[in-house]
């Protein structure tokens, strides 16, 4: 079972911080992760996600699968992080000096990325961070790339490297990769479709929101599934949790 975490294990908030898990949902994860293999592949920074959500022994790919960690192997991916470790210090700094002032901008730094938040942001201010954003790429072309999200810019160095292509890897590592095993990812956001196109033919995708989201507006889905909610996640894992 792979699992994003903002959207499907804990809502959307307006601050990245505030998103912690609640006490039910983390009691369905450790009773699912009893029961098969439980990985949690999120944007977010990999500690950072272990810390919201209470939980140190499941495997987490952070950083859109930039930085991944088992619980018996501890960091398979120190080397793909190092290399980029300059890159991402300058990206960061350069952000914090130019959007770091601007009302309602957040700028979240991780070990392979750097994410900006513009969600409490006034629309004209949210045209300034863009500019930035598109100044950086510009600078730094073929070396960084960004990914959009829901009310976020995400800079990671420029690799042919997913939320995707990091399920495969963990699929592999992990020795899932057996005729009688399937492979369940449930997202919620844009990178999460990377991992939806990845599964098709061999494993489930579940994408979680509702269609009437401004956020899902005009957007397509390789996910098969759809679950409207978190409460709607979190009563789905319970049933495969008995």
């Given at each position: 079972m792979f699992l994003d975490y903002d959207g499907v294990l804990t809502p959307i908030v307006p601050r990245p911080e505030d998103a912690v898990i609640s006490d039910g949902m983390r009691t369905v994860v450790r009773e699912l992760a009893s029961r098969c293999p439980v990985c949690v592949v999120t944007g977010r920074d990999r500690a950072v996600v272990q810390q919201l959500m209470g939980i140190d022994d499941l495997v987490v790919a952070g950083s859109h699968g930039f930085d991944i960690w088992t619980p018996q192997r501890g960091s398979v991916s120190d080397d793909r992080v190092a290399r980029f470790a300059d890159l991402v210090a300058a990206v960061t700094d350069r952000l914090r000096t130019e959007i770091g002032a601007i009302p309602g901008a957040l700028v979240e730094p991780k070990r392979a990325s750097v994410a900006v938040h513009y969600r409490l942001a006034e629309p004209a201010d949210r045209n300034r961070i863009a500019t930035v954003v598109q100044?950086?790429?510009?600078?730094?072309?073929?070396?960084?790339?960004?990914?959009?999200?829901?009310?976020?810019?995400?800079l990671a160095p420029a690799v042919d490297w997913d939320k995707g292509r990091a399920v495969l890897y963990l699929i592999e590592v992990l020795d899932l990769d057996s005729a009688g095993t399937v492979p369940v990812y449930l997202g919620d956001d844009i990178t999460d479709e990377d991992a939806f196109r990845a599964l098709r033919g061999r494993g489930i995708g579940i994408l979680v929101g509702r269609a009437d989201d401004p956020e899902m507006a005009g957007r397509t889905t390789a996910a098969e599934f759809v679950l409207s909610s978190v409460d709607e996640v979190e009563r789905f894992l319970t049933a495969l949790a008995r």
């Open positions: 100044g950086l790429l510009s600078e730094y072309r073929g070396e960084l790339k960004v990914t959009p999200g829901k009310m976020v810019y995400e």
